[in-house]
């Protein structure tokens, strides 16, 4: 956790013992945002719609996690889901490029439109799909191959023989992720030889290196040390310029942060949206309230 | 403990709970060892497990020493014969220079001219091994990709089974189906009469083939265990970035559990080096040194049946040669054995 924030819980805890009951009580109930809501927090109004999903429900067997889901991602910005454990926010987000088909028994109803196109259409080619909406997961996930060879995987699978070409978005992939200057030169070195941050930020590259529009995140910095999790947030914050991003995160100073908007899912039903900032100072569900003031999740 | 003062009988059973924790985990009596009957019979279990475990160890060394007492050098003391003279008990190695034995190109101890090149018996196990090997490890690792990747649930809980049974047929069944299967109804009008070459009665080809079949299991099922074990996360990643099945399939779950695959590889090979009744029915007694899979060979395993199960004498030289074959053989799939431990022990550390 970075230093210079605030942590909930501080604002719920008593300064000093000998503080008056009705002061507590007074500052717990204060519907203080217990984040810093940076400038950059907000959306210009004029974006394009390039993700939406229309009354999306989602069912792994019989027990349904998702309930009729509306929700716009405008490009070209980052879209934050937030909610407690097992809200359904990882769930939604691997809808948007159907992460869920390759587990037994999933189905749903209603609509994923990308760019107005319906990614569950019979016509859709998934492993296209998926090239254009890339994924990073919490866990990092190198192959066990170089550094070179993870990047150009994407590239490869998609039919890239030309090494020039695959050596060119090797380099642009890592610089963009801000990882070239660290790994220039051990392209050829194991890539389970990096360290968690760097793994992690070879995983967006490789994502990168696949050119794709969007790209999804599943609490990406979870796993990493501060340091590390502030170079993710800033390449992140970076990447908002080229690409549309949904990020799922548990750290609501995370999602301060780094978004421009803000989805709040609650037991499968998503409670609000807005733009980050009014949604952080200004909330209009009461659980939505509760949930960023740390009164629970 | 918060009490509700207006439900009486819910005060009584928190009473009654309370006393009975109290009874349970008050301290009771001394920590002295009771020198009972409980102990002596938590030894006895002790033993009797210790001896099980100790049998397979037992064996082990007690094969190694009767193989090295009859082919390297013998320790019985010398025998004094009906006539008076020194018969000194000598060991297999000690009569064949090994130099002979590793270099002859013969193989003749049932001959009157008596030749002790290994050679020929090698040349036909790993011929036979070799034809096994081209034909299970392909056809295993397939089915391990398939069962691992591909199939649903339901077709998993049908094919594993079938796999299963295939490994349970008798290796007795598995040559008398290649004697009376393999060489009359494949071999012969495929090879013989379509591409000419002359297909024996008894030949490697055909006990190759069976000895393949037979190996599919084993490949199958330690390789599917490698290949489940591949991190679930690895296969998503590989997935999103637009990886077809065969991709994430063939580019990085099959290199990712590579060392796993070659160490089932190398333990179903051992396998088809000890592999003996098959091979003794479908292959013949020949042994020569020869590159045609079609004409009869003899192995390793299959010379030791033919003299185990002949009229030879004991203490004899042929008597004595078996077991400088079956030390041979059992020196080839230790170190396939040992081979194929150190390759899955670097395998485990990649992912732990």
């Given at each position: 956790?970075?230093?210079?924030?605030?942590?909930?819980?501080d604002?719920?805890?008593?300064?000093?013992?000998?503080?008056?009951?009705?002061?507590?009580?007074?500052?717990?109930?204060?519907?203080?945002?217990?984040?810093?809501?940076?400038?950059?927090?907000?959306?210009?109004?004029?974006?394009?719609?390039?993700?939406?999903?229309?009354?999306?429900?989602?069912?792994?067997?019989?027990?349904?996690?998702?309930?009729?889901?509306?929700?716009?991602?405008?490009?070209?910005?980052?879209?934050?889901?937030?909610?407690?454990?097992?809200?359904?926010?990882?769930?939604?987000?691997?809808?948007?490029?159907?992460?869920?088909?390759?587990?037994?028994?999933?189905?749903?109803?209603?609509?994923?439109?990308?760019?107005?196109?319906?990614?569950?259409?019979?016509?859709?080619?998934?492993?296209?799909?998926?090239?254009?909406?890339?994924?990073?997961?919490?866990?990092?996930?190198?192959?066990?191959?170089?550094i070179?060879?993870?990047?150009?995987?994407?590239?490869?699978?998609?039919?890239?023989?030309?090494?020039?070409?695959l050596?060119?978005?090797?380099?642009?992939?890592?610089?963009?992720?801000?990882?070239?200057?660290?790994?220039?030169?051990?392209?050829?070195?194991?890539?389970?030889?990096l360290?968690?941050?760097?793994?992690?930020?070879?995983?967006?590259?490789?994502?990168?290196?696949t050119?794709?529009?969007?790209?999804?995140?599943?609490?990406?910095?979870?796993?990493?040390?501060?340091?590390?999790?502030?170079?993710?947030e800033?390449?992140?914050?970076?990447?908002?310029?080229n690409?549309?991003?949904?990020?799922?995160?548990?750290?609501?100073?995370?999602?301060?942060?780094?978004?421009?908007?803000?989805?709040?899912?609650?037991?499968?039903?998503?409670?609000?949206?807005?733009?980050?900032?009014?949604?952080?100072?200004?909330?209009?569900?009461k659980?939505?309230?509760?949930?960023?003031?740390?009164?629970?999740? | 403990?918060?009490?509700?003062?207006?439900?009486?009988?819910?005060?009584?059973?928190?009473?009654?709970?309370?006393?009975?924790?109290?009874?349970?985990?008050?301290?009771?009596?001394?920590?002295?060892?009771s020198?009972?009957?409980?102990?002596?019979?938590?030894?006895?279990?002790?033993?009797?497990?210790?001896?099980?475990?100790?049998?397979?160890?037992?064996?082990?060394?007690?094969?190694?020493?009767?193989?090295?007492?009859?082919?390297?050098?013998?320790?019985?003391?010398?025998?004094?014969?009906?006539?008076?003279?020194?018969?000194?008990?000598?060991?297999?190695?000690?009569?064949?220079?090994?130099?002979?034995?590793?270099?002859?190109?013969?193989?003749?101890?049932?001959?009157?001219?008596?030749?002790?090149?290994?050679?020929?018996?090698?040349?036909?196990?790993?011929?036979?091994?070799?034809?096994?090997?081209?034909?299970?490890?392909?056809?295993?690792?397939?089915?391990?990709?398939?069962?691992?990747?591909?199939?649903?649930?339901?077709?998993?809980?049908?094919?594993?089974?079938?796999?299963?049974?295939?490994a349970?047929?008798?290796?007795?069944?598995?040559?008398?189906?290649?004697?009376?299967?393999?060489?009359?109804?494949?071999?012969?009008?495929?090879?013989?009469?379509?591409?000419?070459?002359?297909?024996?009665?008894f030949?490697?080809?055909?006990?190759?083939?069976?000895?393949?079949?037979?190996?599919?299991?084993?490949?199958?099922?330690?390789?599917?265990?490698?290949?489940?074990?591949?991190?679930?996360?690895?296969?998503?990643?590989?997935?999103?970035?637009?990886?077809?099945?065969?991709?994430?399939?063939?580019?990085?779950?099959?290199?990712?559990?590579?060392?796993?695959?070659?160490?089932?590889?190398?333990?179903?090979?051992?396998?088809?080096?000890?592999?003996?009744?098959?091979?003794?029915?479908?292959?013949?007694?020949t042994?020569?040194?020869?590159?045609?899979?079609?004409?009869?060979?003899?192995?390793?395993?299959?010379?030791?049946v033919?003299?185990?199960?002949?009229?030879?004498?004991l203490?004899?030289?042929?008597?004595?040669?078996?077991?400088?074959?079956?030390?041979?053989?059992?020196?080839m799939?230790?170190?396939?054995?040992?081979?194929?431990?150190?390759?899955?022990?670097?395998?485990?550390?990649?992912?732990?």
């Amino acid at each position: 956790m970075n230093t210079t924030l605030n942590d909930p819980m501080d604002e719920l805890a008593p300064t000093t013992s000998s503080e008056p009951a009705t002061e507590k009580t007074e500052r717990f109930v204060k519907p203080v945002a217990p984040v810093e809501i940076p400038e950059t927090a907000s959306l210009s109004v004029d974006a394009a719609t390039k993700v939406c999903t229309r009354n999306l429900d989602f069912y792994y067997g019989n027990n349904q996690v998702l309930f009729d889901v509306s929700l716009d991602i405008p490009e070209k910005s980052v879209t934050a889901l937030i909610g407690p454990s097992g809200c359904g926010k990882s769930t939604f987000l691997r809808t948007l490029n159907r992460m869920n088909d390759i587990i037994e028994g999933t189905r749903h109803t209603g609509e994923v439109l990308l760019e107005g196109t319906d990614i569950y259409a019979s016509e859709i080619d998934v492993v296209l799909l998926r090239k254009r909406v890339g994924m990073v997961f919490q866990k990092s996930t190198p192959f066990p191959k170089s550094i070179f060879e993870n990047i150009a995987y994407g590239p490869k699978v998609a039919g890239l023989r030309n090494k020039a070409r695959l050596a060119e978005i090797v380099e642009a992939s890592l610089k963009r992720a801000a990882l070239w200057d660290e790994v220039k030169d051990r392209l050829q070195d194991s890539a389970m030889a990096l360290s968690g941050g760097q793994q992690q930020r070879l995983c967006i590259a490789r994502t990168l290196a696949t050119n794709p529009d969007v790209i999804l995140m599943d609490e990406p910095a979870s796993a990493l040390d501060p340091a590390s999790t502030a170079r993710v947030e800033d390449l992140i914050f970076e990447l908002r310029k080229n690409y549309t991003i949904v990020i799922v995160t548990h750290n609501m100073q995370q999602a301060a942060r780094v978004s421009q908007q803000t989805a709040f899912f609650f037991q499968g039903i998503l409670v609000e949206t807005g733009v980050t900032k009014e949604l952080f100072t200004n909330p209009v569900e009461k659980q939505t309230e509760d949930y960023i003031t740390g009164r629970f999740g | 403990m918060k009490l509700s003062s207006d439900n009486p009988f819910k005060k009584e059973t928190e009473l009654a709970t309370d006393t009975q924790i109290e009874a349970v985990i008050a301290p009771t009596g001394s920590l002295q060892r009771s020198a009972s009957l409980v102990r002596v019979k938590e030894g006895f279990i002790r033993t009797i497990l210790l001896a099980c475990a100790g049998v397979s160890i037992l064996t082990t060394i007690g094969i190694i020493f009767v193989l090295f007492s009859n082919a390297v050098y013998d320790v019985a003391p010398d025998r004094i014969g009906a006539d008076g003279k020194v018969k000194p008990n000598e060991a297999f190695f000690q009569i064949v220079s090994p130099v002979e034995f590793l270099t002859e190109t013969r193989w003749t101890p049932q001959y009157a001219e008596k030749h002790f090149g290994i050679l020929p018996l090698v040349c036909g196990t790993l011929m036979i091994s070799g034809i096994a090997a081209m034909i299970g490890i392909p056809v295993g690792l397939c089915s391990a990709v398939y069962l691992s990747e591909y199939a649903t649930p339901r077709a998993r809980s049908i094919i594993k089974p079938v796999l299963e049974v295939l490994a349970g047929i008798p290796t007795v069944v598995y040559g008398y189906f290649a004697l009376v299967f393999v060489t009359p109804y494949l071999l012969k009008p495929l090879i013989q009469d379509v591409l000419g070459f002359d297909v024996g009665v008894f030949n490697a080809a055909s006990a190759g083939i069976v000895v393949g079949i037979m190996i599919i299991p084993m490949i199958s099922s330690l390789s599917e265990d490698v290949l489940r074990s591949v991190p679930r996360s690895l296969r998503e990643a590989a997935y999103a970035l637009g990886s077809t099945r065969f991709d994430v399939s063939t580019k990085v779950v099959v290199p990712a559990a590579l060392s796993g695959i070659i160490a089932s590889f190398l333990l179903a090979i051992a396998r088809a080096i000890g592999e003996t009744m098959a091979v003794t029915i479908a292959a013949g007694q020949t042994a020569v040194v020869t590159g045609n899979p079609f004409e009869s060979v003899a192995t390793m395993t299959s010379y030791i049946v033919n003299v185990s199960l002949g009229d030879t004498e004991l203490g004899s030289i042929e008597e004595k040669s078996i077991y400088a074959v079956g030390l041979t053989l059992f020196m080839m799939t230790l170190a396939m054995n040992i081979i194929s431990q150190f390759v899955l022990r670097r395998f485990r550390e990649v992912y732990n």
